[in-house]
DNA sequence: AATATATTAAACCAAATGGTTGACTATCGA
DNA sequence: TCGATAGTCAACCATTTGGTTTAATATATT
């Protein structure tokens, strides 16, 4: 009732939920790839591969174009773009806390500086989330 | 076995597939809510609801603190930016401005293949983009 | 003390998920 | 034409998921 219908999304959250999933769609990063190139890294029969492609398919993650017995499978980011589209209204969340972050971070920055002085100057944004996320 | 390990983003994203979920994390951007709060809107039973809120605790996306007989929920967006951050990796691949970027770096690269000889056919996307995203 | 409220727990269910194997289809190469 | 190759399809299986209902637990309220 108070839902918004985003029936990508579901598809698409679902499709990135599993591990050899998202190892394909960083595989296909790399160019276009048959669905055999992508099952081999995997230790999976080769129909259970394919099932994950038709999910990443059926989510609009992968496109794919047949040519003979070959299946080239593509990269389609749009779906991607739209997922993100949705996190970024979290945002403010997240980077409210790493300014808080950042604060204690140039607290300990500062007290380093007292014995050798280092990169206190500017602390750019990748270096706060690197820290933080380790 | 060739791939990353990434146990958090499993939990985010299969929380995230599910659209009484999500609606649930909206409704937390607003502040703090309790579990009955959060289970009203929603044609489920509280404990339906209930069940909904224990996988966004347990993918990291929400932390509660209890009160007596009541439970708090709180958004908690570090994970999120996980995600968003697993997602930026694709970012050049939806990203138009890069597409375009993509084309000058192209005519570049036609420029120096002139000269060197290099793997014109197969589209290393990678390649380009890995300029632009310098 | 009795009762109402807030919430979880447990048992159950149908459907979906992630995987397998074996058969089938189509195409490529000799 | 024959056999190998690329891939799907269908049936099957165990587990998970999303939901229910009926307790059970703990805290307020009167």
Redesign the interface.
Known sequence: ????Q?PH???V??A?????R??I??RL????RTVSELAT???MSLAGASKHIKVLEGAGLVRRHVQGRTHYCQ?E??R??E??E??????R??TT?LDDLEAILREEDRALARSSEQSTSSPAKSDK?SR??K
Request: proline share 4%; glycine share 2%.
């Open positions: 009732m108070v839902e918004f985003t999304l579901d598809a959250f679902h990135l939920s599993d591990p050899t998202r190892a769609l960083h990063t790399e160019g276009e890294p995997f230790n990269l980011a749009a991607l773009a997922a993100q949705w996190l970024r209204t979290y945002e969340f997240w806390r989330t933080s996320t």
